[in-house]
Structures are given as structure tokens and as C-alpha cells.
């Protein structure tokens, strides 16, 4: 059984290590409290209310698109376009747990402000942290490949920094990268459409392009929020409940390749109100 | 060129052949006598040993007792010639290898425990020395006998890396170095010719062979042989620790078992540095003790958390990362050698160290994050005094300590995961796991270097 948890006063959850036995039980209790919040565990345990015994967890990422390194809009909380490509960042995750790792449980939930990928294969429910770690680490493209063939890992690494550094837009502030490093990718970049990694490399130069490397491999894994990927007791905003701080919908995406948070994710008071 | 056979058990003493020919030979009862044909063969072999009687094993007890040793003294010793073990190359020895190997597990079975520093020198030892091995011979004859091994050991056209989790986990193997398709991985030629067909179909054959030959057949494969080879003989010690508790040991096991314990100790006091016993297990002694914290050996993760956090990672880092690492590395920075959960007073009775150096440090931290943590978040304080195992309250008092936990301090690998913007790692770091091990040995690095500065000094002053 699952852990849930409720947000009574809009500060985050205060209220926590909750069960129901029936959908209704969970019904009755949301018309009565009508919580800012609602939020449920990736963990099944036999003793929920004391997060006791635990079984196994789902294994998530958490991309949020207001906390992305690197977004288009430069806006300051979320948009169309951030949404969109943490959309599209969601997508080419998705197809590397499938294609590569062979997942096939694969929920994606969007969140109100970003997205959750929600994992219930069995092998990874009942996987530790340490394997969680790994598989993020993969999936993101935040270890440097050991070799510049491009097939399997190095050319996902590829891909995932690529598309990164096309989507810079001058402004950012990346740990490692100085402002004329910044000024000189953004500069050369264009080769990069057609994966000349070799000419780009020559013209950054060798010194400068491996702190630019490394400092992309931490760029990769921020996209995603990995704490919650490796926390095996975490409660994630429930599906079908409203994000309080954005008046937004908690929803499950049926196609991915469609799916617009504004037409599928709007609650209809906030159309009313208008 | 050797067979390809007589190479199997060279490689891999636990396979069926290997363990038939233990059957046939094994000897226990004259383990430490003298044995011509093996003397033989290792004369033979020879260079680098005919200056020194000691440096030739001379029966199979002896040459377990030179696989460890050569294995430690690889690691430690600056001066070893590597000819002087250059028969543990030779396959001549193999069938007096595998009885060895075996004699080893048994002994080391009977004497340490599975988690133990020996246990490990052991596995590392076997690691090393298929590596070694593995690299002397043609690359033909290796790619066929990793193929053969690698057969014995799993199915090789439909391993999956869900079947090398427990590998995954324990970081022996990384997915980022595995070539995965649809959860497979990929090892044969054929796979991955088709697996990789729409990336690889403008290649010449040239080029295709190369890649596979150099990112699977070099690496992948042989990691995944030598780490599966790894794993059945920790399954085999625990296996021999299972028996041990139902038959009694023959004595000759037992005396391998002293010698080895002995001859670990003369090459511990012999060669081991400081910087060998970080790397092979934690810090003994004295660098262990508890004192004053010294900001210049910090790592640069803290030495970064006490300039001053941004929003977003402020909590984290100060709360469960710095907390622990500040309280720890003050008091207890053996944390990881004891198994035992201390409480914080065990150290500190009467918390003096606590209210004077330990919580001043997280403080100032606390003050200099953007904007200051107990501005905006007070309730903060609380989790801080949480973590050092003090309950739920403001401040750290003693009659409340036990009410939680007193955090342990969290691994590099953590850190990545959790506050990866603080994570820059200079040259020590890539040598060790957890930040209380860095500062450990820079502290050590420091005062060594301290040590020899006032010696060179008061030499120059007697001049």
C-alpha cells in the first residue's frame, strides 16, 4: 500500500503518512479537507502509515521545466516553450528507457510545472539507490564517454549535449564556463547540426573544449531533479489533483508526442474566471 | 601458441576444467614439501629470481602466499621489478595456479571474514592477475578464450543488463560502457552488426571490425568476464565459510591461513603509506583521531558550501551535507572503519566541541548562503540539530540526543546526485569515495609536508 499526503495551508505537505483503503475512503477525505495539495509515494509498503516495511518503489524522473539549466524563453516561471522542451527532453528520455534499457512499465505523468516519468517494471521497483544512480547517470548523458565512437552511450552523450548547446541562448551562468567559453560555443555551434564534433572541437580548442565537455556532463543531469530519482520514500504530486501554485492539473499524458499542457491541463474555473 | 584449453583454467580456476584437475592433484597432506616439478617449471620460467632462494615458491602453498604478495607489493611498492613474479605470467604453471587459488580461497575462507580488507586483496589479486594475463597473449587466442570463458559463464547471446545488476550497483561495471539495445547487451559480432546496423551502414568492413573489436571485444566482454569470474568466487568463499561451520578444516589450510595473516602484517609495516591504506580501506591510527578541524584540508565541496550556497541547494547542503561532514570529521572521522552506530556524545560528552567549533562552522555556512538559510527557512535549525541525533529542537541538548539519528556523511557519488553544482573535484578527489576520507589524507599530506618543511628548516639552521 502506498503513503499519501496532503498540503492543508498551501506551504508544501504537512500532512503526511495517510491511507485509504478504497478510492471512496480517498474521495470522501479530499471533499471534506478540500487540501491545497495532494500527493502520493512512489513506495509500496505493508505498513504505510509508519513508512514501515517497505516493498518497492517506482522508479521516477522529475524533470521541472522552471529548474532546466538551460531553456529558450529565459522566462521566469514556466511557458509554452520551456514546457515544450521539457516535452521534448521527456521524449528522448522515454525512448532511451525503452529502446535501450527495455523498460516497458512507463507512466508519464505532467506534473503542473514539468513532468514525471513514473517506472513500475518490476526489476527496477525493487532496485536500490545505487542502481537508480546508474541508470540516470545513462539515461541523462552525465558521464563522459570513454571512447568518440558514435553508436550506444558516447552517441547519446552526443545528442543530450548537443541539443544543449544549440538551445543556449547567451544568458546562462554554467558552472565551469566562462563568459568568452560561452561566447565561442554559442559562436561555433552551427557544425554541431551536422555532428561535426571534430571541427568544433579544433576550433574551441582541445583545452577548452574538455571543461566545456565536463561541465556539460553536470549540465545533462540537471535537467532532471536526480535526488528524486535515487529517494525511495518520496511522495509525488497525484494525479488528477491541482497544482495550487500555477493552477494546473496534475494529469496523466496518454501520447506524449501531442500532449499540450494548455489544452489538456487547464482546469475549467480558470477559463470561468477569465 | 598454447592451447586454448590449457588457458581456460589459467584464467578461470573455477571452471569445470580447473576444478576437475584440483580433484586430480591436490595434495594436502604434503602442501608445504618441496615439490621437484614445480621447482622446474619456475626455474625455468626464471629471470629476476635466481639472486634470491625466497623469491622462488616451491610448492603450491608458497605460490598462493607470491600471488598476494606480488599483488600487494604492485600496489605498494615503488621499486618492485616486475620480473620477479613473471612466472605467475607463464601458463606452465597453471595446473600448480589453480591448486593455489584454491588452497588461497580456503585458507582465506577460513581465516578473515567475507568483508574483510584480505578478502578483498584476495579478489583484487585475482582480478589482476586474469588482466595481466589477459594482456600477454595474441589477440586471436584472447578473443577466442574470452569467447569460450565467457560461454561457460552466461548466456552470451541473450545476456541482459538487468542480469548484471548486482555488478551495476557495486559500480564493478557501468551501463555507460556497455553497448544496450532493447535491454540487451551486446557481445557477439553478429549482434551488433545488426543492432547497430542504421549507425554503422555507411562503414567500410574495416571499420566495423575495428570498433567491434575495440569497444566490445577489448572491453566490454573482457569486464564482463573478469567481473563474472569475481563474483563466483566471492560466491565460492561464502559457500566455504557455509562448510566451515559443518566440517572441520585440515590442518594444513589452517597453518596457510596463519602465513598468509603473518605475511600480510611484515608487508603492511614494510610498504604500506598512508596513501596505500586510504586507498585499500580507511586510515589507521593516529590520522583517525579526532581534533581540530583544519580548513585547508577541506575538500573543495565544503570549502564551496561555506562561501555560501544559492537558493535551491541551500538546505541540502547544509543541513545533510555539511552538518555530517563537519560533525564527523571532528569527532569521529573513523565512521566508515567501525560498523557500530556511535551517538555524537560518545565523542563529545559534554558538547563542548560541538557549541565551539562544530555548529559555529554549519552557522556561518547557514549565514553566507544566498539568501542566508535561517532568514526565509528558521525552522531549518531544527533539521540541523536533527541530524546530529538530537531530535526535533533548536538547539542541540544532551537529554534529547537518541531522539534521531546522527546522519553519516554522505559519498561523492551522493553528492553528484544530490548537489551536483558543488561537486568540482581536483586531483585527490579522483582517488577517493566519501569527502571525509579527502580530508583525512590531505590532513595527513599537510602535516607530512609540515613535518618535512621544520625538518628542513632546522637542518638548515644547524648548518
Known sequence: ?274 | MESNSKWIGFINPLSSESQELLRENIDLENLFENNKELIDIILNIGEGIFDNDEKIPKNPAELGLKRLEWFFREKNDKQLKINEYSYLYNPQIEKYDIISFHLLAQAIGYKFNINSREVKLFLESQNRLMEERLSRISPELREELINNILSQLSDVTNLKWTDLLSLIETKKIFLEDLLIKNSKVILTEEDFREYYYEDIKNWDERRIKMVYEKIIGKQVKDEIMRQLIITNTEEYLKKIKEKLNIIDIHHSIKKLGELIEEMLNILNEKYSTVYGEILSGGLNGENLKGEKLIKDAFPPCVLSTIEGVKSGNRNDAIVLFLTSFISYSRLHPNVFKLDQHMNLSDFDPNLKITYDEILPIIYEAAENAVPPLFKDQPQEKINITSKLGFGMHNEVELNHEGETKWYTPMSCDKIKMHLSNLCHPDKICKKIGNPITYYSYKKWLLQRDGNSNSKNNEANKKK
Open chain 1, 1 to 274: 500500500m502506498r503513503e499519501f499526503g496532503f498540503d492543508h495551508y498551501g506551504k508544501g505537505p504537512n500532512d503526511r503518512y495517510k491511507t485509504f483503503k478504497t478510492p471512496k475512503h480517498l474521495r470522501m477525505f479530499l471533499r471534506s479537507k478540500s487540501p491545497f495539495a495532494g500527493y502520493i509515494s512512489v513506495a509500496f509498503y505493508n505498513n504505510p502509515r509508519r513508512r514501515d516495511d517497505w516493498v518497492k518503489s517506482e522508479f521516477v524522473f522529475d524533470v521541472d521545466a522552471k529548474d532546466m539549466p538551460i531553456r529558450s524563453c529565459n522566462c521566469d516561471n514556466v511557458c509554452e516553450i520551456c514546457l515544450d522542451e521539457a516535452r521534448q527532453l521527456v521524449l528522448d528520455l522515454i525512448d532511451t528507457l525503452k529502446g535501450d534499457l527495455g523498460l516497458k512499465d512507463i507512466h508519464l505523468i505532467y506534473s503542473g510545472r514539468g513532468y514525471h516519468i513514473r517506472i513500475l517494471d518490476e526489476i527496477i521497483m525493487t532496485g536500490e539507490a545505487e542502481v537508480r544512480g546508474e541508470i540516470v547517470k545513462y539515461t541523462t548523458g552525465a558521464e563522459i564517454p570513454k571512447n568518440s565512437v558514435p553508436i550506444g552511450y558516447t552517441k547519446l552523450f552526443n545528442e543530450r549535449t548537443k541539443r544543449n548547446i544549440l538551445n543556449l541562448t547567451g544568458k546562462e551562468i554554467i558552472d565551469g564556463i566562462n563568459p568568452k567559453l560561452l561566447k565561442d560555443t554559442i559562436k561555433n555551434r552551427d557544425v554541431l547540426i551536422n555532428n561535426n564534433w571534430g571541427i568544433f572541437q579544433e576550433r574551441i580548442g582541445p583545452r577548452r573544449y574538455k571543461n566545456l565537455i565536463n561541465s556539460f556532463a553536470r549540465v545533462n543531469l540537471s535537467f532532471v531533479d536526480a535526488k528524486v530519482s535515487i529517494d525511495l520514500k518520496r511522495i509525488l504530486r497525484l494525479p488528477s489533483t491541482l497544482h495550487s501554485k500555477v493552477s494546473m492539473k496534475c494529469v496523466e499524458v496518454k501520447n506524449p508526442e501531442t500532449f499540450d499542457p494548455f489544452k489538456s491541463a487547464v482546469p475549467k474555473f480558470v477559463y470561468e474566471r477569465k
